[in-house]
């Protein structure tokens, strides 16, 4: 499959792949709204949300060794699409999305390095990054597991990875996967803040060192 | 009512036995995460009034949400009540096994049967299982199903989750004979 990267999401040509990739066993949407935190309403709601794919490892049985960006190419992008598209559906839209983050599990047969492999290219995170309209950097979580691990992704503002209110994460879990064959690729979004964020941020930040805290000046 | 968080699950199986499901098979839950009504009362002998202010307000709360998220025909539905472990497991029964709380989800789905049921006590993050039956006849065999939940933090020891689980069809790959061709 040949990918432009450079236009716009509407005319990635992703057509060529089966409607059901014979790899892509299950897709898992959830969103979480909170209404009360601590007994109070947040002052800006917000949603966040996880979708996640469960795909068999295009890499069960190959050295480790193997150039694996073959598979990379046929099969990130497919992923991006397909759990971005979901992630803008569940929230509300592009542009109610502000901040961002991935993850992956691979099943016990497979390497690490194939969980990084389909979120860690351009492939997965440009494409990602495109199709939620954001600048940053996209933080990540990785791990190996046995079906039905819970793994915590984090996320950061999708324009300004610093914006320390944004600072969220979202567990994501499938209760049936990865088996040891198969890898779970995970997309998370949120459409605000913490509930009630008042941490303050850079800009705010009194200077704190090791030197100010033993003068007790901070 | 106090609700805490509302959760929305969408779950859709594209291939099963290595063979592919078309279309996908899709299953939906919402939950919502309520304060017990009755926490800190003490054993509470008449749970009638927390009903009457509840137990509706959340079936409209939830029906009109899981159909929603599903997005198609619902065929098979179930419910679920998980309770905080400071909490009776009657206060969850009390809440969703009462006409009140299922006519909504029946009404809207145009369903006959009564809604499967799970209730549960126990931590945050507890996983359940929720049981699904076929919408007007609980003997279709084709549809019997049960949809794996977790909350992460849910149920706090004073909470209550109360979902409804709908499907589109029966089981992936569902083959077995009717339960008609055993009699």
């Known amino acids: 499959m040949s990918v432009d990267l450079e236009p716009s999401p509407g005319s990635l040509d992703l057509e060529a792949a089966p409607r059901t990739p014979d790899w892509l066993r299950r897709i898992a949407v959830y969103r979480e709204e909170v209404l009360l935190e601590n007994a109070a309403a947040p002052a800006v709601p917000a949603l966040k949300a996880t979708a996640a794919a469960v795909i068999r490892n295009p890499w069960i049985g190959t050295p480790s060794s193997r150039d694996l960006s073959p598979e990379v190419e046929a099969i990130a992008p497919v992923l991006a699409r397909e759990l971005t598209g979901r992630l803008i559906a569940t929230l509300g839209g592009t542009a109610a999305i502000e901040a961002f983050g991935k993850a992956a599990i691979v099943g016990t047969r497979g390497e690490l390095e194939h969980a990084g492999a389909l979120i860690h290219t351009p492939f997965f995170g440009n494409l990602m990054r495109e199709f939620l309209e954001g600048e940053s950097i996209i933080c990540f979580a990785d791990t190996r597991a046995d079906a039905g691990e819970t793994l915590v992704v984090p996320m950061w503002h999708k324009n300004h990875a610093a914006t320390r209110s944004h600072y969220q994460t979202i567990t994501a879990r499938i209760s049936d996967g990865p088996r040891a064959d198969e890898i779970v690729v995970v997309a998370a979004a949120s459409t605000g803040p913490r509930p009630h964020a008042r941490i303050g941020d850079r800009r705010t930040d009194p200077t704190v060192s090791a030197s100010t805290i033993a003068k007790g000046t901070k | ?183």
Request: proline fraction near 7%; glycine fraction near 8%; hydrophobic fraction near 45%.
């Open chain 2, 1 to 183: 009512m106090n609700v805490r968080k509302i959760v929305t699950i969408v779950d859709e199986t594209l291939t099963e036995g290595g063979r592919p499901v078309e279309p996908a098979a899709r299953v939906a839950v919402v939950a919502a995460v309520i304060e017990n009504p009755w926490a800190g009362q003490g054993f509470v002998e008449n749970l009638t009034a927390g009903i009457d202010a509840n137990a509706s307000d959340l079936g409209a709360l939830l029906a009109p949400r899981v159909i929603e998220a599903l997005g198609a025909p619902v065929e098979a539905y179930g419910k679920a009540a998980i309770v905080g472990l400071d909490g009776e497991i009657e206060h969850g029964s009390a809440l969703i096994h009462t006409l009140k709380f299922g006519n909504h989800f029946r009404d809207a789905a145009a369903a006959k049967t009564l809604l499967p049921a799970v209730e549960k006590r126990g931590p945050a993050g507890i996983v359940f299982d929720i049981p699904l039956k076929h919408f007007t006849d609980a003997t279709i065999r084709s549809h019997h199903q049960t949809f794996e939940v977790r909350i992460p933090d849910a149920p706090h020891p004073g909470e209550i989750v109360i979902a409804l689980a709908a499907a589109a069809q029966g089981r992936p790959q569902q083959r077995l004979a009717a339960l008609s061709t055993e009699q």
